[in-house]
């Protein structure tokens, strides 16, 4: 069993959607707080002259102090974002993508990790990927699991999964994020660590962004590009 696990983040980059598809099942991480800077409400993509837009999803004070699964957000900001996708990247796309983008925005839940669950779903789907994707919170549910820290959760689930192989992004891992701090786990449950290396992505501006910028303009996916490398435990 080969299982990844990251934050609901909002139209992610296409690294993001690589690593969903190498795996057999995907875990979002939805029961930790949302914040106001992170990626999980923010998202870049290019305008017509190639600079950088920022497009935010609003949140109120309150909100921000709550876990994803229980976040709510303000409804107005969904024509803003979809007016500005669609101005920057009109001339490019067909009929297909833009009933995707509209499909996004239309979507009328106001809860951020149905939302951004949605957009991922949806995003998969145009990708044909199959990947089987979890919500934490649901899964917590179901197979009746105490949720105490992230460090645990996740030894939690890759025990109770069987896990064999679990990837996820080389930040994440380099910089020792829970569970990355115990590599000793993965050792003794003889578990392979493999970090993901999307540097040909973080080198080229357009493929940087949003993975709506590489699928409007109609670039290759660089599948090639994108590594897996083993992290000695």
């Known amino acids: 069993m080969i299982i990844a696990c990251n934050q609901p983040n909002y139209i992610p980059w296409y690294p993001y959607f690589h690593l969903i598809k190498s795996v057999d099942k995907f875990f979002l991480l939805d029961v930790v707080k949302a914040g106001k800077k992170n990626f999980i409400v923010r998202n870049k993509i290019l305008d017509n002259n190639n600079k950088e837009i920022w497009l935010t999803i609003p949140l109120k004070k309150e909100e921000k102090y709550k876990n994803i699964c229980h976040t709510y957000i303000d409804e107005s900001f969904k024509k803003k974002h979809l007016k500005h996708i669609l101005h920057n990247y009109n001339k490019s796309l067909d009929v297909d993508l833009k009933?995707?983008?509209?499909?996004?925005?239309?979507?009328?839940?106001?809860?951020?990790?149905?939302?951004?669950?949605?957009?991922?779903?949806?995003?998969?789907?145009?990708?044909?990927?199959?990947?089987?994707?979890?919500l934490i919170s649901e899964y917590l549910n179901t197979n009746k699991i105490v949720f105490k820290d992230v460090r645990t959760l996740l030894k939690q689930i890759l025990l109770k999964e069987k896990c064999e192989v679990y990837l996820n992004f080389k930040n994440g891992i380099e910089k020792k994020i829970p569970p990355y701090d115990d590599l000793s786990f993965f050792r003794n449950n003889k578990i392979k660590l493999l970090k993901q290396n999307p540097n040909y992505c973080i080198e080229n501006e357009e493929y940087r962004h949003s993975i709506l910028n590489i699928l409007s303009k109609k670039l290759s996916l660089p599948d090639k590009m994108i590594t897996y490398e083993r992290v000695e435990t």
């Open 99 to 134: 009933n995707i983008i509209e499909n996004i925005y239309y979507y009328d839940s106001l809860n951020l990790h149905k939302f951004n669950t949605h957009i991922i779903k949806t995003i998969c789907d145009f990708l044909k990927i199959k990947t089987k994707i979890i």
